[in-house]
């Protein structure tokens, strides 16, 4: 028989009794002193740390990023030379639903990749689509409390949800990804990764170009139907998160052909789209896709909470080689990110195993609560005494000007930006006869619920009509309304 350890308290002390608490004999009051009954009941009070208010549902897995081409004429970024192996985390999750709702809803879904690179950490916060339902972080937090519960009676509403909807047109591209059946994977194995925003590369010479990242999944694309979705709902609310879990324990590790678009800076100013317009696409008849390389999944994590649910992915987690660009949601994003994690898991969440770079940290920064790393003597910068000294050489690169006035504005127009031309082309020139259909049936299956209105159903088939004529009128047909 294995000899089994001693159960102890958190401090370490044998505990007195597994099953019992300290009373005045048996059937007597309990006593304040007994110290290892109140830290269990305490403990077990703060067992949550809030949970997030968007992508709250997830799972994940560890895998590494394997770059097989040469795109050191773009980027001088470490993880992304030929031959580079870099340890990454991946956080897959719903967005609007809470924690325990089922992995089956029809949402995007999150794909939050961290790269542990010899320079730091590189996040790549997307999902699985590769535009946005809006362009300006100031509709974020109205965006999604229409996506929540009501504030009266705590339900879901999709009166709410096609009111915003329909008065911020900019959202119709995702909304026409969402109503397909892409918005119900059948896995997260069985979906594409996009990094979504347009980013910053610069090569180690200077010279800029603006990036776009396709994870497309070397499993295939593989979605529920709605009715497929609801019934899986029922049966299983945690298809994704076991379906991911059980494949890696089999040894089937999920990959995926990581691919760019590239655009050179100059190419930006003028080209036909704004390029940094979230609710867009960039044609790959304008800018093909490249391969650069391979990430496979292949290591479950150990232990959901510490790994997954205390995993802390930022937009802000750069390094040379790579910046920001100008998206306003990218903008919006870089502050709102570690603003979460500094709420949800404390102001050092950056020392948690999960979120801890692999390099060395020489921070100026220390102390706060849960502090088990600070840094030695001296505590300030510039010191005589032989602290880290920044090396701004390593960024060199990423400078760039911009000019223009303080203004509250929409994006200034480029030629051929409108909200419905992609979505248009999505309809068109993508979707098959069967996804057309479908995409009809979702749009009428989510616009008949009991609460919307006549006078809502009504904006919806215009709404669609402004994509498509078709699309439109199949919706008016779908929901017996006439649209005007
Ligand atoms: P392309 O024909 O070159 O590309 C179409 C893209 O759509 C492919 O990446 C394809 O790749 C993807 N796709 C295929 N079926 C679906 C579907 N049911 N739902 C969503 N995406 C699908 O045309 P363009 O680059 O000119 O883009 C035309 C439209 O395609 C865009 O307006 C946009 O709506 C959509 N699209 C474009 C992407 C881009 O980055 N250019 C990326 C994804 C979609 P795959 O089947 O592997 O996903």
Redesign the pocket.
Known sequence: MTERPVTTTDAGQPAPSDEHSQSVGPNGPLLLQDHYLIQKMAHFNRERVPERVVHAKGGGAYGVLEITEDVSQYTKAKLFQPGARTESLVRFSTVAGENGSADTARDPRGFAMKFYTEDGNYDIVGNNT?IFFIRDPQKFSDFIHSQKRRADNHLHDHNMQWDFWTLSPESA?QV??LM???GTPASWRHM?GFGSHTFLWYNAAGDKFWV?Y?F?TDQG?RNLTAAEAKAAEAADPDLHTRDLFEAIRRGEHPSWTVNV?IMPFEDAADYRFNPFDLTK?????DYPEITIGRWTLNRNPENYFAEIEQASFEPSNFVPGIGPSPDKMLQGRLFSYPDAHRYRIGPNYLQLPVNRPKNEVHSYNFDGPMTFQNPADPVYAPNSAGGPAADPTLWSGEQYGVAGEIVRSAYQLHREDDDFS??R??WE???SEV?REHMVANITGHASAPEVTEEMKRRVVQYWRNVHKDLGDGVALGLGVDGG
């Open positions: 590769p591209h026409s990804f397909t059946d892409r594409h776009k396709h497309k694309i678009q696409v960039w044609p790959h008849s992609q979505p082309a999505l020139k993508v979707l996804d």
